[in-house]
């Protein structure tokens, strides 16, 4: 139990709130629980989700951060413009270095920024292209071989809502990801994983599309290594805007759980008897 944390779920009856971590996510796997938080720029998951990414480290979770994009297209100064890939990578790996997590558990997969569109599904590439895996490349590609090398119980998402395209088709992507990486199709990617992981998303600069059930609600001191992580992005020149927005909102964060499930033709037969 990490030490000056609260979590807090909406349920059908009632608020739990408790410093039991396990007590707040489904299916808990005690040692066996590993986290991977995806984002489609390098700065997603340390804006939306540094609180949750600390608690897990905290709590003893294996802990992972996978950035699809490289960052290409969020240069300020028209000088960047050809290196601001490189500048961004160095800021993330300040950044997640500062939260605590292992260099080794920090995963870039160097898709183009602003330009995801293309690189929907899974095709055939040519060797020595930068997103190629097996001599694929794509979303459907990266997201299963990642999914299968990483194991994790739990992945967490940019919230289906945001308004940024990028956004939305990581969040798309990787659902679909989710059962290639559970089935045999495309084994050069890897083992298929045992079992689909729970879902949750977080929020970045939009809304989520529903109230989300879980609250995480730490120490000052993790908000100040938040803030901390995320000035690391001194490239972005509003940085010191969005420190001031997340120093208001204190130290708490928000996760809402993604319900889907299979067809089944029986859910349906009742509406015709």
């Known amino acids: 139990m990490a030490e000056g944390i609260t979590y807090y779920r909406r349920t059908p009856g009632g608020l739990v709130v408790t410093p039991r971590i396990h007590e707040i996510f489904d299916r808990w796997q005690g040692d066996a629980e590993c986290w991977m ?4 720029h390098d700065d997603d998951v340390v804006i939306g989700a540094g609180l949750a990414f600390q608690a897990a480290m905290a709590e003893g979770i294996a802990t992972h951060a996978v950035i699809t994009t490289d960052g290409r297209m969020g240069y300020c100064r028209f000088p960047q413009r050809r290196t601001i890939a490189q500048i961004r990578q160095a800021e993330a790996r300040r950044a997640y270095e500062s939260l605590g997590l292992a260099p080794e558990r920090l995963h870039f997969l160097g ?3 602003c330009n995801l569109n293309p690189y ?9 292209d930068p ?3 097996e001599g ?3 979303l459907q590609n990266a997201f299963p071989h990642i999914l299968r090398q990483i ?3 739990r992945v967490f998402l940019p919230t289906i809502s945001d308004l940024h395209p990028d956004h939305r088709i990581v969040n798309e992507e990787m659902l679909i990801s989710l059962f290639h990486a559970q089935g045999s199709i495309w084994p050069e990617l890897g ?3 045992p079992a689909v992981p729970l879902v949750y998303e977080y929020a970045t600069y939009c809304d989520f599309p529903e109230p989300p059930q879980v609250r995480i609600a730490g120490p000052a001191a993790m908000l100040e290594r938040k803030l901390d992580a995320i000035r690391a992005f001194a490239s972005q020149e509003q940085i010191d805007l969005l420190v001031a927005e997340q120093r208001k909102a204190g130290p708490s964060e928000y996760l ?3 319900h889907f499930k299979f067809y089944s033709p029986k859910d349906y037969e009742s509406l015709f008897t």
Request: proline share 10%; aromatic share 10%.
């Open 37 to 40: 938080f995806v984002s489609a």
């Open 111 to 113: 898709f183009p920024d």
């Open 120 to 128: 929907r599904g899974r095709h055939f590439t040519t060797i020595g």
């Open 131 to 133: 997103t190629e895996v």
């Open 136 to 138: 694929a490349s794509g």
């Open 151 to 153: 194991r994790p119980t």
């Open 191 to 193: 083992e298929p994983v």
């Open 256 to 258: 809402r759980e993604v």
